[in-house]
């Protein structure tokens, strides 16, 4: 060991230290997330393609080959198009705080070594959050451009699709991240949400088949999932699909206040786990 | 050094922690001053980790007060942890990231400059004999050397206060002896230590002051000297009998000490002038299978104090 | 006293059996896993584990009843008219069983590997290799053909199983599970990081998406034909698609075969690289 020699105290500014606490943990997340870029990109690329060509052209076959194209108005590429893109930046967004998340408090622990420097809780929840988004918007910028390339929605939509999408993504996630929190251990977690929220959403939201058509019972996991809400902004967007305006404020509301209600729940249960 | 030598920086009252109806710390009270080594001695479950949290200001207290450079840890946590180095009990290292990211990313937290931390980064590598594993993913070093990881980590932000708990853990003798060495030169420029341990050669090498707690309580407080003084003989006298006969014995030596101790597997004599001793007991005719004749040391403080040894 | 009756005879068979030749590698005590594995199965969260199944019925339920409407009827492969949901449940209790299947034998087992480190301390004992590969892989069996059941349990009264030969669909769905299962413990084996870990979900959604589970391969182009068939995946599906919808012929056995390999095949990877790991 070689010796160490300095004067106590001098090296950190106070000020500073506390200032920028989120993006000092996005810095560091985004990091150690680039050493995955080969999976990164594979994954964001792999996922729209895969699903464009098996749902969007193989079963559109189908479906624009029967009276189903007459039903819907539009090719059934377009049709499932603004959905699959809100889905995938749902996940996108959701997977990279839950992860993060359960690893933090449950696995490695590591929000509380974090803690222990002038990062607060709050801090390390939004860098947490930032760092989601982020790698949200980048598998949904690499969607938006396959779906331009396929033709499914038109170009002059690309920054509202962006939006409407991200919005579901960010709110959805937020809403994760309070119950990630609360999560004491692993227990099957990531399967039970999988099973029982993500595969009704993706599948009932009427992502694939209009969702007034559904019966009526399943049609409540439209209303109180994102994926609906963002879908329904999304047709809009993308061609001439009939909705009322007031519908729209419904949506665009309807995510926000869950992105809203998320963080408001988050903050208080990182700051409580933070400092048992 | 400065004219601030007395200034007091960390302040405890009625400190008190309780999860849920466990009651972990129990109402302590201590001082500990800028530039002093501090420790903190006791068994498991004493509450040594707990107290440490609350004074990192990652553990919220449940009652009492407590101030750390002048400040309030439930309001002021990040401008306190600013300047303080915490090397927790578990190392909670990136195990991802190699060893010198680690030390990066961490000294990041602080808003360090990339600039400052790539030289200090090379520094603490020197410092903890990791140079040659800088490139090596945290979770690939052996144990001693992701405690020393640890520690240097605890270092990157320069800190007035250092929080050791349970430094030397898992280190081997001359890993340990020579963060002895080092933490010494750190207290000589300054830096306040607050040490946990379990080892009494430990604490009586590194700590100008300590407390010993047991059960969420502080049971002595004084310098390693002074307790020895006060709670035990100057000298000590082991024998052993063999595993049955020590009981058999005991009633025999208690008439020639101060005062005994019998352990399952020996008896303790405590006396000013042990070769005496061991000759009275020979002459007695009592022969102990071993005998051996040493220095009181903390851990008969200890034993004194709760009727248990330490480390068993 | 009795204990120590047992214990000597235990060791007594013990020693006959390592006399065989061979038993370095098979002691004959694959069981030992299996009844581990229902220690673990009963101590963890089995609601969780046994809802596996629900993900393909809901599938089937968007894409066979929702999907199915725009889309009307297909063809079988004698040209009689079949509902969309009778095509592709099929297709999805064979993915049943490999989910099943492929979940237990490379995440757990990758778990069990890297983190429990549970099979270096089995193969210190008298255990060897293949007992451990076979007891892993019978336990994911298990799995792929409780799932398998419970598809089947949900879609028989739908009226989606129309003639005697769909009950053979168990056992296929069984053949299928065992297959998935030794090919998966087998790659898993050789994976080291999460990152190698997550390209096996990656290559399994195209596969499930791809493999004639939605539509037919004849929309395909013949080379893309070529390469699907020659998937599990599909090979696992036609089988089982044949049996539901009243096909049957002798080129079932090929399908019936070309699992056979898998699961020879996956057996004896495994072993090796378990060997090749811990017994070194
Ligand atoms: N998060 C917690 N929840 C409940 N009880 C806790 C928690 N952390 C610590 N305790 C309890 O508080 C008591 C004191 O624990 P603490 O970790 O402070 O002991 P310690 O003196 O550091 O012991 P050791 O020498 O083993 O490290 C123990 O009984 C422990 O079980
Ligand atoms: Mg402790």
Request: glycine share 10%.
């Amino acid at each position: 060991m070689a010796e160490l020699s300095y004067k106590p105290g001098a090296a950190v500014d106070v000020k500073r230290a506390v200032r920028w606490g989120a993006l000092r943990v996005a810095e560091y997340r985004f990091y150690s997330m680039s050493k995955w870029m080969g999976s990164i990109l594979a994954f964001g690329l792999g996922n729209p393609i895969l699903f464009l060509l098996s749902v969007g052209l193989g079963i559109g076959a189908l479906v624009d080959a029967n009276s189903g194209g007459e039903t819907l108005g539009v090719s059934y590429l377009q049709f499932v198009a603004p959905a699959l893109l809100a889905s995938a930046a749902i996940q996108g967004v959701m997977d990279e705080v839950t992860f993060p998340t359960l690893d933090g408090f449950v696995w490695d622990k590591l929000f509380f070594a974090i803690n222990a420097t002038s990062v607060s809780a709050r801090q390390i929840a939004n860098g947490v959050m930032i760092v989601a988004l982020g790698r949200g918007l980048f598998t949904t910028l690499l969607y938006l451009g396959i779906l331009l390339l396929f033709g499914a929605v038109p170009l002059a939509s690309f920054f509202p699709l962006l939006f409407t999408s991200m919005l579901a993504g960010w709110g959805w996630a937020a809403l994760m991240m309070a119950i990630t929190a609360r999560l004491e251990n692993d227990e099957g977690y990531f399967a039970v949400i999988g099973r029982f929220v993500i595969a009704p959403m993706f599948l009932f939201s009427g992502t694939f088949y209009p969702l007034e058509q559904m019966p009526i019972f399943l049609q409540p996991i439209g209303w109180i999932l994102p994926l609906w809400h963002s879908t329904e902004l999304g047709r809009t967007l993308s061609y001439d699909y009939p909705i009322e305006p007031s519908m729209i404020a419904t949506h665009l509301g309807y995510l926000t206040l869950m992105g809203v209600v998320g963080m408001l729940l988050t903050y208080p249960k990182f700051e409580e786990r933070l400092s048992r | 050094m400065f004219a601030k030598d007395s200034e007091v920086v960390i302040r405890a009252k009625n400190l008190t922690k309780k999860y849920k109806d466990f009651v972990a710390v129990d109402g302590i009270d201590f001082e500990v001053k800028r530039g002093e080594s501090f420790g903190l001695l006791g068994p498991n479950g004493a509450g040594k980790s707990t107290t440490m949290k609350m004074i990192s200001s990652v553990s919220q207290r449940t009652g009492g007060e407590l101030t750390i450079l002048g400040k309030e840890p439930n309001t002021h946590g990040p401008e306190i942890r600013a300047h303080l180095g915490v090397v927790p009990q578990k190392d909670l290292l990136d195990r991802e990231l190699k060893a010198w990211e680690n030390l990066f990313t961490y000294g990041r937290y602080f808003g360090l400059s990339r600039k400052f931390l790539k030289q200090k980064v090379e520094e603490l590598l020197e410092f903890a004999q990791l140079t040659e594993k800088r490139n090596s993913k945290a979770d690939d070093l052996s144990g001693g050397m992701q405690r020393r990881l640890a520690i240097a980590r605890g270092l990157v932000n320069e800190p007035e206060i250092l929080m050791l708990d349970e430094p030397t853990t898992g280190l081997d003798p001359q890993a340990r002896h020579i963060l002895w060495d080092r933490l010494f030169r750190l207290k000589e420029q300054g830096v306040t230590l607050v040490i946990t341990t379990h080892y009494m050669d430990e604490a009586e090498q590194l700590c100008d002051r300590l407390i010993v707690m047991d059960k969420g309580k502080i049971m002595a407080e004084g310098s390693p000297a002074a307790l020895i003084k006060q709670y035990s003989s100057k000298e000590v006298v082991e024998v052993r009998f063999g595993t049955d006969k020590n009981e058999k014995f005991a009633p025999q030596l208690e008439e020639l000490a101060d005062r005994i101790e019998v352990l399952p597997d020996r008896i303790l004599l405590y006396t000013e002038k042990g070769e005496e001793l061991l000759t009275k007991i020979v002459d007695a005719g009592l022969h102990p299978v071993t005998s051996l004749v040493r220095r009181s040391s903390l851990e008969d403080v200890f034993l004194r104090l709760t009727g248990r040894t330490l480390v068993e | 006293m009795i204990t120590q009756l047992v214990v000597s005879q235990a060791v007594a068979i013990q020693e006959r059996r390592s006399a065989r030749p061979g038993s370095s590698i098979y002691s004959g005590r694959a069981s030992m896993l299996l009844e581990r594995g229902f220690r673990a199965f009963k101590s963890s969260n089995w609601m969780v584990v046994l809802s596996g199944f629900v993900e393909p019925v809901l599938y089937l339920l968007a894409f066979g009843f929702g999907i199915g409407q725009l889309i009307g009827n297909l063809e079988d492969g004698l040209g009689r008219p079949v509902s969309y949901a009778a095509f592709i449940a099929p297709a999805l209790l064979a993915t049943s069983a490999m989910n099943g299947a492929v979940y237990d034998s490379t995440w757990n087992v990758f778990f069990k590997m890297h983190f429990g480190k549970i099979y270096q301390v089995m193969l210190s004992s008298s255990l060897g290799p293949m007992d451990v590969a076979l007891g892993e892989i019978g336990w994911a069996l298990l799995r792929g053909v409780a799932y398998s059941l419970g598809f089947m349990a949900i879609v028989t009264p739908l009226g989606l199983v129309t003639n005697a030969w769909g009950l053979l669909a168990i056992p296929a769905a069984s053949l299928i599970a065992f297959g998935f299962a030794s090919i998966g413990m087998a790659i898993t084996s050789y994976l080291k990081s999460f990152q190698q870990m997550n390209w096996v979900t990656f290559f399994m959604l195209p596969m499930f998406l791809f493999s004639g589970t939605f539509f037919p391969v004849s929309v395909y182009p013949q080379w893309i034909q070529m390469i699907v068939q020659a998937l599990p995946l599909w090979q696992g599906v036609e089988l089982i698609r044949s049996l539901m919808l009243g096909i049957v012929d002798w080129s079932l056995l090929g399908h019936v075969a070309y699992f056979l390999v898998m699961i020879a095949g996956g057996l004896w990877f495994t072993t090796v690289r378990l060997k090749a790991l811990f017994m070194r």
